[in-house]
């Protein structure tokens, strides 16, 4: 049987009607590929927060062009918001900060992520002052809680950094790799927004992806940020990415990390994963639903299975 085959009759078994694409990749060849529901290695799928993890690139490119001195530097250097004085704390959030969901801004993700905290920001006029009126409730830098406020800012500070943080990453992360996307979604107030985790009816996004695309962003990472012989982004980035941070073993800079994998989550089972030691990229596409399915069990049988091809 080969390993599509396998592939095929996991997935059955396990009942998981909504995977849309498993990829495997090892060594810089695909070793597995199959497709569900209708959908072929050019069919694109909804990234969720992957998007955070493409969004942490960007913000490494940005510091390798010398456009961001330190991921140490406070974000009221850009965001006029957190200078006001609004909280006492504003002026202590850095970039990694936002980078390692530690702002300490208070957060409530709502039942299964449903976030009524965004549904209350998006009716307002003014998205970076309503967060900028919440309350930080932990000392930044402390206490790691994933939350969309971090992400926002982030991409607020991009946008003022890049001058247009989507057109920036276009330029300088998907046409280097050969990546199309839609233009990101932003908001009426000029935010770069990724759809709450678990929102229902909402047609803005952060750009559907292929698999073949996700398994580019995986390739960049094991091949330390070259290339087709270019260094699109430094290893010492990636190095600090995918390292765990002060407050949780299992995060990096927008990074999600195990004991011998690394990589990109988003809701409903949109995955990158890294075995390192064996150079093996699994990605997962699925389309979401309420429960949030995260097919880790077969994230892992992947591995397991491509170790011995």
Sequence with gaps: MSFE?????????????????????????????????????????????????????????????????SLDTPVCKWIPQFNEGRDMLHRAITLRHLLTMTSGIYWNGGVHYHCPMVVQMRRSSDWISHIADCAVTELPGTKFVYKEWDVILLAKVLDAVCGDMYDFIDENLYIPLGIESEKWYK????????????????????????????????????????????????????????????????????????????????????????????????????????????YNDLIQWCLRRGEHV
């Design 5 to 69: 085959q396998e592939i095929e009759e996991y997935v059955r078994e396990k009942h998981y009607r909504q995977i849309n694409s498993v990829l495997v990749g090892k060594r810089h060849e695909i070793v597995a590929e199959k497709y569900f529901n209708g959908y072929d290695r050019n069919s694109r799928n909804v990234i969720k927060s992957v998007a955070k993890s493409i969004m942490s690139i960007g913000a490494g490119i940005a510091i390798d062009k010398g456009l961001i001195e």
């Design 187 to 294: 908001s009426p107030c000029g935010v770069f927004y990724s759809i709450a985790e678990g929102d229902e009816g909402e047609e803005e996004s952060w750009g559907n992806l292929t698999a073949p695309d996700m398994l580019k962003l995986g390739q960049l990472f094991l091949d330390k940020g070259v290339w087709n012989g270019q260094q699109i982004l430094s290893e010492s980035y990636i190095s600090q990415a995918i390292s765990p941070s002060k407050c949780d073993s299992g995060y990096g800079l927008l990074w999600w990390r195990g004991d011998n994998w690394y990589g990109c989550r988003g809701y409903g089972g949109q995955s990158i994963t890294v075995l390192l030691e064996h150079e093996i990229i699994v990605v997962t596409q699925a389309t979401p639903t309420a429960r949030g399915m995260e």
